[in-house]
Each structure stands twice: as structure tokens, then as C-alpha cells.
């Protein structure tokens, strides 16, 4: 079954830090870039940070220096280490894989697999 699943999200004070997770299955992890986009309430989807097949990483200006995306193609999973949450980083965060990473892009229909999504809240 071709899925993307994640974990890792939930209620962290200003100021804190989350680590998210995204574990694929069902296609060749490997062979795909992997990007993380963001829904915060009430607005459009954002893309965040994407890495590509040779661990290339890119971040959105708003989340430069604070995020990190890394993958680990022996366990199937890309990460993003989220530090110095800031309340405007609430979302909902999802992972998404395509074959090629540029242009990057928040629409999902522009991803060939995409998860649920987990709920990142940052307040105090």
C-alpha cells in the first residue's frame, strides 16, 4: 500500500521544539524528493522545506535557521526538526514525495504521494 505517514506533532510552548516524522512505504523511498508543506488556519497552504534525492536541502524564508529537513533512506523516513517554534508556525504539517523537487510547490496535486498530516500548535 503506497503511503505517507506522520508523527511527531503537538501542543509546544514559544520558543520550543518539535521533531516530526513522515515513514513511506509502498514505493521506492529512495527515489524521491521529499518536501514538508504547512496549512495554518485559515490560510493557503505553504511550502516549507524540501530535500532531494542526493540530500540537497531547501527551506522557505520563513522557517530558514530554524528547520531542518533530513531523510534516512534506510528507514524509509524523512524528518523535519522543527527549533524556535513561533505561534505563526501553527499548522496542520503534511509530508509529500515526487520525483523531482524543483519547482517547489504547496498544491498537492503537484505530489505523486501525500499524507494526513499532523497538527503542530505553538502556544503558551
Known amino acids: 500500500q503506497l503511503q505517507l505517514v506522520e508523527s511527531g506533532g503537538g501542543l509546544v510552548q514559544p520558543g520550543g521544539s518539535l521533531r516530526l516524522s513522515c515513514a513511506a512505504s509502498?514505493?521506492?523511498?529512495?527515489?524521491?524528493?521529499m518536501s514538508w508543506v504547512r496549512r495554518a488556519p485559515g490560510k493557503g497552504r505553504e511550502w516549507v522545506s524540501g530535500?532531494?534525492?542526493?540530500?540537497?536541502?531547501y527551506a522557505a524564508d520563513s522557517v530558514k535557521g530554524r528547520f531542518t529537513i533530513s531523510r534516512d533512506n534506510a528507514k524509509n523516513t524523512v524528518y523535519l526538526q522543527m527549533n524556535s517554534l513561533k505561534p505563526e508556525d501553527t499548522a496542520v504539517y503534511y509530508c509529500?514525495?515526487?520525483?523531482?523537487?524543483?519547482?517547489?510547490?504547496?498544491?498537492?496535486?503537484?505530489?505523486?504521494?501525500w499524507g494526513q498530516g499532523t497538527q503542530v500548535t505553538v502556544s503558551s
Open positions: 509529500a514525495a515526487r520525483l523531482k523537487l524543483l519547482p517547489f510547490s504547496p498544491d498537492k496535486g503537484s505530489y505523486d504521494y
Open positions: 509502498g514505493f521506492t523511498f529512495s527515489d524521491y524528493a
Open positions: 530535500i532531494n534525492t542526493n540530500d540537497h536541502t
